[in-house]
């Protein structure tokens, strides 16, 4: 009997904790509420208003309909606590199978705050927050709320749009035997509305007027002349639905899912509580996107079937991670439903190419190679892989900038294997790509086993766009209650991935791709992009393709477009390369979104505009001082001047092309006079438009240590 006892106790007081820490209190300003979506601007962009109706208050719905409801739902409404003890007794005491005729308020707790599952948990949970509400509300207030939550079958919520929707009129209008009617679907909506099933309507509808005047709500003869109405006659829908403005499918759908993963809430909350949620969208951006989605001619289509290849868009500040303009499907508003799949951010597609910058190039730029470096442009055996450029293109030996912006195969699988696979593996890891279950194999190098979206590709680019520090992309910076109440808020999350110098050395490079290499054709006049493009072979046949990719930025916005079929097959595939059809769509969107932008330009050249001769006319430039000097202080901690004129006359000796070298020597003069290499060596190689990263220094024994060509190596 103890155990028992304390047993009870314990549940009884776990059920009140619910109850007590339940928001009943906002019940009232949520059922109100629509939710409501906002652009950065703070300009309302859409709403959703899920399972409501429209609200109305208690003098704008009809006596009849408050009697129907009272007499047959909960005659003792008005006097009673808001619970019924003696039938939860009997649920308890039946574990839930009996017992039932819920007060009005149980049923307002039910429909708000709990599932409709006829267990003894939800019953209790059902009767502390009736008591709770009771306290809260009046009784006026909680019939109120009641009638505007119930569910009238057919996707109607409310007494007001039921109304409209079987009687073409409103709740205040309503005769006796339509609101009988109304009052008697509450019982089971799916099997008592007039539209579905007439007769047991009817007969529903007879057994609420006489509930009626059994508690002398109406008399006999109303009651029986309401009842002789034939119930077809009274039939006419005049609904015209919820409003939903839910115009950004795929925008919105990722708010909602940001919401969800990040802030905890779920989505019967987000659909009923009437939340004020504020975004990083950018209206016109978002608008235009959306509208060259709708173009469906400039997608593919499958011969076959004539299905239309899939695609998505994204476009994000890399300066906060904010997310600008999002579609995640073809046909942007019209074929697209809540919550349905978005490409944008639940697409898990081979990155193809898009993945060298991230794994190959600059890992190897953090390593001391040179964006000139010359590098293998001919077929390589590697112990039975064999990679080839796409078309079977080969060439000798080109510069590692001239190898990316043509997007080569053969230059990038070879750096990716002197680099080290674990070494690209584990940047891609901090660019935040995911590589389990990924064996680790040369064809890493080329996007092979490793799937992303475009929304994690677009926050990867951001770094090189953002001088090496990435910013977690997001979608919302805060969520307000129906009260107004803040409940959440955005925090930064960023960290640095790569050096300045790196992600510098990284845009110069990618210049190129826009100014002369694959992605010439997804330009938009008047700007200046950087970025990448990437092909996927189809399994079946090499000649033909499953993914497109086309990324660019500029210093205010990434941009990543993919386009592919849900599934490629003989009959569902790409041609062409990402030079086509998909540099097609991305110049549409660089058209919706650079000139919402402020229009900044990089601060670093194309390295293809930079000549050996400007390299030497600015060593010359240098030889041409009388000294180089740089101050430091000594072991004393006085301050002394250094002269570092011998270190240029070294680098005058070298060819320019030797920059591992270059710099070995830099290190080793910087060495032994006991400089601070953090200070003057990026200076000094920014000059010559050498990249080092200091996380690829290491120091040892207190001598200088440095990663040459992938090989740790002491320049003393």
């Known amino acids: 009997f103890i155990l028992v006892a304390m047993l009870v106790l314990t549940v009884g007081s776990y059920l009140f904790y619910i109850a007590k820490t339940t928001n009943v209190s906002d019940l009232q300003d949520a059922l109100k509420a629509t939710t409501v979506i906002y652009d950065k601007e703070g300009n309302q962009a859409g709403s959703l208003s899920g399972q409501k109706g429209t609200y109305v208050e208690l003098d704008a719905i009809s006596d009849s309909l408050e009697n129907a409801v009272i007499a047959t739902e909960d005659r003792t409404f008005y006097e009673n606590s808001g619970v019924n003890v003696k039938r939860f007794l009997l649920a308890i005491v039946s574990m839930g199978r009996f017992g039932g005729g819920s007060t009005i308020t149980q049923q307002l707790a039910k429909n708000a705050f709990l599932t409709q599952e006829q267990t003894v948990t939800r019953k209790a949970k059902e009767f502390f927050l009736s008591l709770e509400l009771t ?206 799949f978005n490409y944008a951010t639940q697409g898990k597609r081979s990155p193809g190419s898009t993945i060298k910058p991230l794994v190959v190039y600059a890992p ?23 990679p080839t450029n796409y078309g079977g293109i080969e060439t000798e030996d080109v510069p590692m900038y001239q190898a990316l912006a043509n997007s080569y195969n053969i230059p990038a699988v070879y750096l990716f294997n002197q680099i080290g696979i674990q070494k690209g593996i584990s940047y891609g890891q901090k660019f935040g790509l995911n590589f389990d279950n990924v064996p680790e194999e040369l064809g890493i190098s080329l996007g092979g ?8 590709m677009a926050q990867a680019y951001a770094t090189f766009a953002n001088g090496g520090e990435m910013n977690t992309a997001y979608f919302i910076t805060k969520i307000e209650n129906a009260s107004g109440d803040i409940i959440a808020t955005h925090s930064k999350k960023s960290k640095r991935v790569i050096s300045q110098s790196v992600a510098n050395q990284m845009t110069s490079m990618m210049l190129g791709t826009f100014s002369n290499g694959s992605a010439v054709n997804a330009n938009y006049t008047g700007y200046t992009m950087a970025g990448k493009t990437g092909t996927v072979q189809a399994e079946f046949n090499k000649d033909l393709t499953s993914d497109q990719w086309v990324i660019g930025y500029t210093p205010d916005v990434v941009m990543t477009t993919w386009i592919g079929f849900d599934k490629t097959d003989e009959n569902h595939y790409l041609t062409g390369a990402s030079s086509g059809t998909a540099s097609t769509i991305f110049s549409y969107i660089a058209a919706d979104v650079l000139p919402n ?90 000059v010559l438009g050498i990249s080092i990263d200091p996380l690829d220094v290491d120091i040892k024994r207190n001598d200088l240590y440095f990663r040459q060509d992938g090989q740790l190596v002491s320049p003393l």
């Open 135 to 340: 306290k809260k509300y009046s009784k006026q207030e909680i019939l109120t709320m009641y009638l505007n939550n119930a569910y009238f079958g057919n996707g109607v919520w409310g007494v007001e749009d039921a109304s409209q929707k079987y009687f073409g009129t409103s709740a205040a209008n309503l005769t006796v035997d339509e609101a009988a009617t109304l009052a008697g679907m509450l019982k089971g909506p799916e099997i008592y509305n007039p539209i579905d099933n007439i007769k047991n309507a009817t007969n529903r509808r007879n057994t609420v007027l006489a509930n009626m005047v059994d508690d002398k709500k109406l008399s006999q003869a109303n009651a029986d002349s309401a009842a002789g109405v034939d119930m077809a006659s009274r039939l006419d829908d005049t609904y015209q639905g919820t409003g939903d403005d839910y115009k950004y499918p795929s925008y919105f759908d990722a708010v909602i899912e940001e919401a969800t993963k990040t802030y905890g809430l779920s989505e019967d909350e987000i659909v009923k509580n009437g939340y004020k949620i504020y975004t990083e969208m950018d209206a016109n951006s978002q608008a235009n996107m959306q509208q060259t989605y709708e173009n469906t001619y400039l997608f593919p289509t499958s011969e076959s079937d004539g299905s239309t290849a899939q695609s998505a868009s994204v476009a994000l500040d890399p300066t906060t991670g904010a997310v600008r303009g999002l579609v995640g499907r073809v046909g942007g508003t019209s074929d697209t439903t809540f919550r349905n």
């Open 364 to 386: 190897a730029l953090a390593s001391g190679w040179s964006i000139n470096k010359d590098l293998p442009n001919k077929p390589i055996d590697y112990n039975g892989y064999t």
């Open 449 to 456: 086993g490793v799937t992303a979206s475009p929304l994690q």
């Open 597 to 686: 932008t402020p229009g900044n330009e990089f601060t670093v050249e194309n390295v293809d505009k930079i000549s050996r001769e400007d390299i030497c006319k600015r060593l010359d430039k240098l030889m041409a001082m009388e000294s180089i000097m740089m101050t430091k202080k000594n072991k004393k901690g006085k301050m002394v001047d250094i002269d570092i004129k011998p270190l240029i006359n070294t680098l005058s000796l070298l060819d320019y092309g030797q920059e591992e070298f270059v710099v070995s020597a830099i290190l080793a003069t910087g060495s032994k006079q006991n400089l601070n290499t953090n200070i003057f060596i990026p200076k000094l190689l920014e």
